[in-house]
Structure formats: structure tokens, C-alpha cells
């Protein structure tokens, strides 16, 4: 099982990213996803997790009303719409697999990460 994350980059405080996560293998349409980040100094945190059929989604607080997490089963990926992005959203971002949860403890696969940098 691999989870390839991409689509980070350099954006001015205000603009909109969109991160992709590849799956491979058979486990993406039975598993819960997430996204986490990890920012400089800091312990890795929730951003959002979707279930298996796309139903159901849930946000931190941070990034409520300004992040949507979707997923296209059809394509074994994984999305982060981002848009108002903040300084503080400066992060690594990391996509996982496993169940539908707000804890990293519920997730047994992870990608490398994509750095995303919002400048003020």
C-alpha cells in the first residue's frame, strides 16, 4: 500500500490550494481517510477525515468553512480543497488511511507528505 500526497506549494495568505493523495492497492474504497499537518516544531494534527463511501465528513475547527475534504473511490484518491489559506496553515500536510477518526492512532497507512507555505 503506497499514499502519494501532492499539490502543495507557495501561496499568498488568501489563496486557495488543492492537495491530491494516490492510493495504491485495494484498501482505498474500504478505508477512512484523513488529512493531517505537521507544522515546524509541532506535533502532527487533525485536519479533516472522510468515510469509506464519502458520506460523511468531519473538520478541526481551524479549518472549518475553509477546507473540504472529498474522494473519488472510482480513482483511488484522496482531495483537500483549500481556500483562505492562513500563515498558520503553513504546514506539512499528510494523507492516511484507515478509519473514519480524528486521531492519528486511527490510521495505518501514511504518505510523505506535502509541504504547503502561505506567506503573510
Known amino acids: 500500500v503506497q499514499l502519494q500526497a501532492s499539490g502543495g506549494g507557495l501561496v499568498q495568505a488568501g489563496g486557495s490550494l488543492r492537495l491530491s493523495c494516490a492510493v495504491s492497492?485495494?484498501?482505498?474504497?474500504?478505508?477512512?481517510m484523513g488529512w493531517f499537518r505537521q507544522a515546524p516544531g509541532k506535533e502532527r494534527e487533525f485536519v479533516a477525515t472522510i468515510n469509506r463511501s464519502g458520506a460523511l465528513t468531519y473538520y478541526a475547527d481551524s479549518v472549518k468553512g475553509r477546507f473540504t475534504i472529498s474522494r473519488d473511490n472510482a480513482k483511488n484518491t484522496l482531495y483537500l480543497q483549500m481556500n483562505s489559506l492562513k500563515p498558520e496553515d503553513t504546514a506539512v500536510y499528510y494523507c492516511?488511511?484507515?478509519?473514519?477518526?480524528?486521531?492519528?492512532?486511527?490510521?495505518?497507512?501514511w504518505g510523505q507528505g506535502t509541504l504547503v507555505t502561505v506567506s503573510s
Open positions: 492516511a488511511a484507515g478509519n473514519y477518526y480524528p486521531l492519528t492512532d486511527g490510521y495505518d497507512y
Open positions: 492497492g485495494r484498501i482505498f474504497s474500504r478505508s477512512g
